[in-house]
């Protein structure tokens, strides 16, 4: 029985006049996802999206998995096309394709889509033939329209018509590389990876800056922000990390900065360098993982203190989270394994005892220019290490 996949689109059936270009990137990114599963036909028709196998040998559960990670999708199902688009095929076609499930349920419904309106029976009649099908098929069922075990759909679209089973929930979103180019700064905790993801969520294409402080971070510290970064691509897609030696920089603030601004004046160095990186790469954002009030850097005025380093836009998505709401997303892009593990990133080498929840700006400046450290920055721009973040093991 031949099976494809069929894409139901959420928000993207509101952009108007931008709606193609919108669906022409989805479907871009869907066959870029999963182009190395086989070959496949996408093609897009009635606010659906179908992935067709052009080989009987393909794993539907794989491409399944594949297609759940990409943003743009609500739903997407897998499903038996019909041999003919007929109503005698459709009734052959149902209580063979779900038997499995419906052999294990005790009651189930049809529900029927007429997309194409020349198709001689109506939806209702569809639905009552289809029933009646299946109760022939499975005479222990009964029909429950409220509350069913098992939802048949049969589908009647230009092309062909289909059964299958309840949709599954899909990532959401709008596709990636819709929403411009950003970056992310990227640690090994909890937050920045799930910042990362909320961005992509909105279509945006990262790129990803993380600072490096050897011999106080060690390399497998940043093999652990590699394995994270292959786990938000899997939603984002491919990017690239930009490894900032900031070894240097630190060691200065700790020399020749007061204690209680270390943290801060190490952030807007981030900040600044950060931004350096990204307009090589045409982001015209940076991205942080904090969260109003988590920790001393993080309060209002430390945040505006630490804004006032840069000219682009600084997105922080997870500004108004918890710290559960942080870690249920976690495990949802299954990164808080990997975050949790002991390495250590620069964030945490030379944390004073007492921050300064209150930074004032005018001092913070004064410091950094007393400590020289704007001199510093190109060097370490100019010294970024990258490296290419995929899905797949290399």
Same mark, same amino acid.
């Given at each position: 029985m031949k099976e494809i996949i069929l894409i139901k689109l959420g928000e993207i059936v509101l952009k108007g006049l931008?709606?193609?270009?919108?669906?022409?990137?989805? $479907?871009?990114? $869907?066959?870029? =996802?999963?182009? !190395?599963? *086989? +070959?496949?036909?996408?093609?897009?028709?009635? #606010?659906?999206?179908?992935?067709?196998?052009?080989d009987e040998f393909i794993d539907l559960d794989d491409v399944c998995e594949r297609v759940s990670k990409v943003f743009g999708i609500v739903t997407y199902s897998r499903a038996a096309v019909c041999p003919e688009k007929t109503l005698e095929s459709v009734l052959e076609t149902a209580p063979e394709y779900l038997s499995e499930e419906l052999e294990c349920a005790k009651t189930f419904k049809v529900e029927a889509k007429r997309s194409d309106k020349k198709f001689p029976y109506k939806s209702?009649?569809?639905?009552?033939?289809?029933?009646? &099908?299946?109760?022939?098929?499975? %005479?222990?069922l009964t029909v429950d329209v409220h509350n069913p075990d098992v939802t048949v759909h049969v589908e009647i679209r230009d092309f062909a018509a289909y059964?299958?089973?309840? %949709?599954?929930?899909?990532?959401?979103?709008?596709?990636? *590389? =819709?929403?411009? +180019?950003? &970056?992310?700064?990227? #640690? *090994? *905790?909890? +937050?920045?990876?799930?910042?990362?993801?909320?961005? &992509?969520?909105?279509?945006? !294409?990262?790129t990803a800056i993380h600072f490096a402080s050897p011999p106080y971070t060690s390399e497998r510290a940043e093999q652990k922000v590699v394995k994270l970064l292959k786990k938000v691509a899997q939603y984002s897609g491919d990017m690239n990390m930009y490894t900032v030696p900031f070894t240097e920089i630190q060691e200065a603030i700790r020399k020749k900065c007061p204690e209680e601004l270390f943290t801060i004046i190490m952030r807007r160095m981030m900040m600044k360098i950060a931004e350096r990186v990204a307009a090589t790469r045409r982001c015209a954002a940076l991205i942080t993982g904090e969260s109003l009030g988590q920790v001393a850097s993080q309060t209002i005025h430390a945040i505006a203190c630490t804004d006032a380093a840069a000219t682009m836009p600084v997105f922080r998505p997870l500004i108004g989270m918890d710290k559960q709401e942080?870690?249920?997303?976690?495990?949802?892009? +299954?990164?808080?394994? =990997? #975050?949790?593990? %002991?390495?250590e990133d620069c964030c945490t080498v030379f944390t004073p005892k007492h921050p300064r929840t209150r930074p004032v700006l005018e001092y913070v400046e004064r410091a950094e220019r007393e400590a020289e450290l704007d001199s510093m920055v190109d060097d370490a721009v100019n010294n970024v290490k990258v490296t290419y973040i995929n899905t797949r093991e290399d």
């Open positions: 931008n709606r193609r270009q919108f669906e022409d990137r989805l $479907i871009k990114n $869907i066959k870029k =996802t999963i182009k !190395h599963l *086989g +070959d496949f036909e996408v093609k897009s028709a009635q #606010s659906t999206i179908s992935v067709i196998p052009q209702p009649e569809i639905c009552r033939e289809a029933g009646a &099908a299946i109760l022939r098929a499975h %005479p222990h059964i299958h089973g309840q %949709p599954l929930k899909g990532a959401g979103g709008i596709p990636v *590389g =819709t929403g411009g +180019d950003a &970056a992310i700064l990227i #640690s *090994g *905790g909890i +937050d920045s990876p799930v910042a990362a993801y909320m961005m &992509a969520k909105r279509g945006v !294409h990262l942080i870690i249920d997303i976690s495990y949802k892009i +299954d990164t808080f394994e =990997t #975050s949790i593990e %002991p390495y």
